[in-house]
């Protein structure tokens, strides 16, 4: 499979007529591996060809063929049987330019993009493929919080269009992109509304997700944002009674709305697993006892299980009912921070036993490449739910204090992006400073 990290300085061309938004199963897109040599560097996102480096002899070329065309088909992959086979939707937690390198991504069966501030910093910190854009923004005389936003959402829009098909294909249930509010409203409630009210105009794609953070301050916003329509991706979750109050922020949204086709205000809660088991493992290291240094490792999973329990319970019942009668679809769990972080850990810990319907994994490369080579596709998610909740036990027991526990990780959530996105506002504050000092 070819990744973003052996796709490097990428020349582009589009050479098929095939259109992304197409809703006919005849008329979907497939992608296929060739080679073969071009200059062009054409952008236009209803024909597709992916050229990497031209100048090299034999260079990897993704070409858009229709089902009966002449390429060849590339081999399935893990992500295609998740999906199939599961229902578990594989995201990609990674967005920078050229968005094209997403092409074989979503050829191995990636169905939708994840985005945050920390991503973007160092996308655009550490590559050259966003100068043209922001030196032709400084010299128009933007300020740095529009450039920012200029750059951030041509990717979004570009790669909103590369998912279209399979947002059109499911009716709307899959193919999203998401991009976040400012990390510097995470303790402002109306200025959050008023940022994704924005953001979601600016962006303009039926497949973008706004990214709210679950902080208390933000749980009115985000039913505020679902009741008129738009969108969200809950970020930033990292403890059941957090998730338990953005389950109902969502359905009291849709019930707000006023709508009579709910089908199209879609979201997903994006429970944080790896992290819940780096700071649960150092408090047990603390405590030092057998007992305690057994359940390393295990409760970020276990407090996963009984989320997705939660879930079922939740999206069931009377309430529930009525509200899919008038169109309204799951807001689906989905798990984030699946990188593992501690390396005595198996690669595959917070993929594999998350598996289940309706949910979805966004994996970072580390993790993506992984699962791809080595995971197991089988529905685990709930398959011993009484040892999750024995585990969950256990560890009050010892003396973790799960609401400390989530409390704490929110805050270093929270605190790690607006550190990123500050770094990256003053980074390109020295930049334009640069710039304009080399034009006079």
Known sequence: MATISKLSNPCLNYSSSTSFNTRSSSSTPKFF???????????NHKKLSLVINPSIKGSLCVKCSQADGNGSSLKRTTLHDLYERQGQSPWYDNLCRPVTDLIPL????????????????????????YNDQFRELVQGGKDIDTVYWELVVK?????????????????GGDGYVSVEVSPR??????????A?????????RPNVYIKIPATAPCIPSIKEVISLGISVNVTLIFSLAR???????????????????????????????SRVDTLVDKMLEKIGTPEALDLRGKAANAQAALAYKL??????????????????????????????????????????????PDTVSTMPDQALQAFIDHGSVARTIDSNVSEAEGIYSALEKLGIDWSFVGSQ????????????????????????????????
Do not use: M
């Open 33 to 43: 591996l060739g080679f073969r040599a071009n200059n062009s560097t054409t952008f």
């Open 106 to 129: 979503i050829e191995s069966g990636v169905r939708g993009v994840t985005s945050n501030p920390a991503i973007f910093q160092k996308a655009i910190s550490t590559s050259n493929a």
């Open 155 to 171: 990717d979004i829009q570009d790669a909103c269009r590369l998912f279209e098909t399979i947002y059109n294909k499911t009716d």
């Open 185 to 194: 409203l995470a303790d402002d409630t109306e200025g959050t509304i008023e």
């Open 196 to 204: 994704a009210k924005w953001l979601h105009k600016k962006v303009d």
């Open 243 to 273: 998730y338990e109050a953005v389950i109902d922020a969502y359905l009291d949204g849709l019930e707000a709305s006023g709508l009579s086709d709910l089908s199209r205000v879609t979201s997903v809660a994006s429970f944080f697993v």
């Open 311 to 356: 879930y079922q319970k939740k999206f069931s019942g009377p309430r529930w009912d009525t509200l899919v009668k008038k169109g309204a679809k799951k807001q689906r769990l989905l798990w984030a921070s699946t990188s593992v972080k501690n390396p005595a850990y198996p690669d595959t810990l917070y993929v594999d036993p998350l598996i289940g």
């Open 409 to 440: 990780l929110e805050l270093e959530g929270v605190d790690s992006f607006k550190k990123s996105f500050d770094s990256l506002l003053d980074s390109l504050q020295e930049k334009a400073n640069t710039l304009k000092l080399v034009s006079l």
